[in-house]
């Protein structure tokens, strides 16, 4: 396995709606219950690169095997430094560390860009997924009650933090964003 992390590319559309297509229909971790087609997908890649915030695909070799980026956690002005992520890797490329090289990179890459807290919302409280948060120094700090029903069930949302760059200890550096 050569795994290679890089910036997404609107080339990359087919092969992450794919990915996120299996976790739609067959997982919890999204609320979703719908795919996205490759063309919304399209755009949810030039909106969030249009706004220099970090989009991630992890490679084995030229197979794309996962992908991982971070947008503005609300809409509202003063949220400007806090990120939310996500993260997707293959369905059967699942427990080989592609998720943790991918949250490594993009914590990297959320830092780079100015953010300073970084929320994972993790629907379903996926087990694996606090695991791969806490191992990369998450903390969680809720959990939402049966906020979706999904598979049959009601699902819980766990959220968890982590501080990024100086975190609350100095203000934001001057960046046009204030």
């Keep these: 396995m050569s795994l290679s992390v890089r910036r997404a590319e ?9 990915i996120y297509t299996h976790h739609v229909l067959h997982g919890t971790a999204t ?19 249009g706004r220099s915030w ?10 794309l095997v996962g992908y991982a980026y971070a947008t503005q956690f609300r809409d509202r002005p003063a949220y400007a430094y806090a990120c939310e992520n996500s993260i997707y890797v293959a369905h059967d490329r699942r427990g080989g560390g592609i998720g943790k090289l991918l949250l490594k990179a993009l914590l990297e890459a959320a830092d780079a ?3 300073r807290q970084m ?15 806490g191992s990369c120094g998450f903390e969680q700090v809720g959990c939402l009650t049966g906020m979706g029903w999904k598979a ?4 819980d949302t766990v959220y968890m933090q982590i501080a990024l760059g100086g975190g609350t200890a ?3 550096i001057a960046s046009g964003k204030d």
């Design 10 to 18: 609107v080339d990359d559309a087919d092969a992450i709606a794919t």
């Design 31 to 49: 609320y979703e219950v719908v795919p996205p087609t490759a063309d919304e997908t399209v755009e949810k890649i030039l909106m969030i690169t």
């Design 54 to 63: 970090p989009f991630l695909v992890a490679c084995d070799g030229s197979e």
């Design 113 to 115: 860009y100015g953010f």
């Design 119 to 133: 929320v994972a919302v993790i629907g379903g409280g996926e087990p694996a997924s606090v695991a791969l948060h």
């Design 152 to 155: 049959g069930r009601w699902l």
């Design 170 to 172: 100095t203000a934001p």
